[in-house]
Structure formats: structure tokens, C-alpha cells
């Protein structure tokens, strides 16, 4: 700890240095150049996603509505994550001032905190379209459909801004290196020096309102989904049931599924970060794959983008 002129007091550190990937330091262009070539294809295929979305009146349905959120928030997501990390792998800057490491760790948990939530209101809606057939129309009307996607993204940003507010009266007097690629809750936690007993509590309870239990209702609409599926006596008919959430079910197992591993793997001997590996893979990795797994898998979105290519081409030639 550095000590001030005036006896015994703490001084307060101003920046952090993001270590990020510093251990592989003759990889840091191949790096740079990999992560920027991900960052660019994500905001091209989310906006792509959008675009279609907004442009074809097949995809004006709950379902799409949902995707459309999920798509912006993919776009914001990235750029609160990526640039940064991006700028320090080609000029070797790791330094980030306090104010912007808390600015980067309330987007990241708001943003996050609002895709579990998303994820959760589209699992309810493939449970209506596939358990509750009948009802479905009037059950999922565009009023419904506001007030979920609303939700998700108030609730998210009121309670993540409580965390914040709390994170704030943490103090940090040194060390002020945190071992990953952007400001993560917990390495910061680790570096403060006073009594994080608070944060760590409010961690917990916002961990659990926020995403554990948007994932239980999740699990539950699948099981549903499932178990209703399964009951289908055709195999044509039971193909067709899962095809219209299976592109919903591989995102949702490709968010949860790294988030998991990534706070629940215990610590490795032979790797010396996984965690670090891990978050790579549900920051970087979903927003990257999310549209490229509805536009492959869904037949909608494919014919969509057929007529606007074909629009396009016809426009040029």
C-alpha cells in the first residue's frame, strides 16, 4: 500500500491495468487481428439480424420481436468489451482509469443481467407457441411483448445500478492490477481495501435474481417444451415441434453453458487462468454466433435474406 505525507492514510489509485492476455505476449497482433475480425462480424451480423427483422413483415412476430432486442443488445455488448481490449493488444496500453473500469463493469453486468432475462422471456414464448398453441395469439399480443422486453431491460439496469452504487463505496488503495481482459466484479473486489462484506452479499442476491433465476424459468419452459414434444405421436410432427426452439436452445445453452464454467470450474494447475479462457467465451463468443445460428438454422430468416439480397442485386444491376 502507498502511504501519504500525512501519516498513515491510504492513498486512492486512479487506474487499473488490465493484464489481459499479457502471458502470451508473442501472440498479442495474431490476437488483435483474430478478436478484431470477430468484433466486426458481430456488429455486421447483429445489424444484419436487425435490419431483416425490421424489413420483412414475415418476421414481425413475438418471436423476432425478441430476437431484435437480443440482436441490439448483442451490438452494445461487444463495444463495451472489445475495443478496449482490443486497443491494448495492438498498442500495449493496459491501463484504465477508476471511473472507467466501473463505467465498463456496470454496462457489462447490466447488459448481461438483460440477456439472461431476454433469454428467459423467449423460452416463455416457444413454451406458449408449442404447449399453449391455441392460446398463443391472444396470449402474445405486441402490448405483452413490449412490456417483456421493457422489463427485461429496466429491471436489469435498476438493479445493476444498485450494485453499482455499492461497488462505488469500495476503496482501492493497491495493488492495481487485475488479471483479465476487462473490469470483471470479482477481480475487483479482490483488489479493494476496505470491507467488501456488503458487495459480496449484494453480489450474491443480484447473482440470483438476475441470473439464476431467468436461467430456472428457462429450464423449466424447455422441460416443458420438451416433455410436451415428447408426447407428439408422429416423429414428423415431434421434428418440426423442435425445430421452431432449437435455434433458441443452442443459444441458451451456448450463454449458460460458458457462464457456468466459467464461475463454477475450479481452479486448474495446468492452465493458469481458465476463468480467463472461459470469459472470452460467453463475451466474445454469443453475440458472434447468436445471429449466424438463427440466420443457419431458421428457414424465416434465410428466406428473408434471400429477398433482400435479391432487392439489393436488382437495385444495382
Known sequence: MRKTAQGNRTAPIADFLLLGFGELHGLQIILFLVFLVVYILTIMANFLTILLILTDLHLH?????????????????????????????????????????????????????????????MSYDRFLAICRPLHYATSMKSRLCIQLAAGSWISSMALTSIYSVVMSTLWFCGPNEIDHFFCESLPLIGL??????????????????????????????????????????????????????????????????????????????????????????????????????????????KEALNKLLHRFWKDIC
Open 61 to 121: 412476430t413475438p418471436m423476432y420481436f425478441f430476437l431484435g432486442n437480443l440482436s441490439c443488445l448483442e451490438i452494445i455488448y461487444s463495444s463495451t468489451i472489445l475495443p478496449k481490449m482490443l486497443a491494448s493488444l495492438l498498442t500495449g496500453d493496459k491501463s484504465i482509469s477508476l471511473q472507467g473500469c466501473m463505467t465498463q463493469l456496470y454496462f457489462f453486468g447490466f447488459l448481461a443481467s438483460t440477456e439472461c432475462c431476454l433469454l428467459s422471456v
Open 192 to 301: 479493494s481495501c476496505s470491507d467488501a462484506t456488503l458487495v459480496k452479499y449484494v453480489s450474491v442476491f443480484m447473482a440470483f435474481i438476475l441470473t439464476f433465476l431467468p436461467f430456472i424459468l428457462t429450464v423449466i419452459s424447455y422441460a416443458c417444451i420438451i416433455n410436451t414434444i415428447s408426447r407428439i405421436p408422429s416423429s414428423t410432427g415431434r421434428q418440426k415441434a423442435f425445430s421452431t426452439c432449437s435455434s433458441h436452445l443452442i443459444v441458451v445453452s451456448l450463454f449458460y453453458g460458458t457462464l457456468i464454467i466459467t464461475y463454477l470450474m475450479p481452479e486448474s494447475k495446468g492452465m493458469k487462468n481458465p476463468s480467463k479462457i472461459f470469459s472470452v467465451l460467453y463475451t466474445v463468443l454469443p453475440p458472434f454466433c447468436n445471429p449466424l445460428i438463427y440466420s443457419l438454422r431458421n428457414r424465416d430468416v
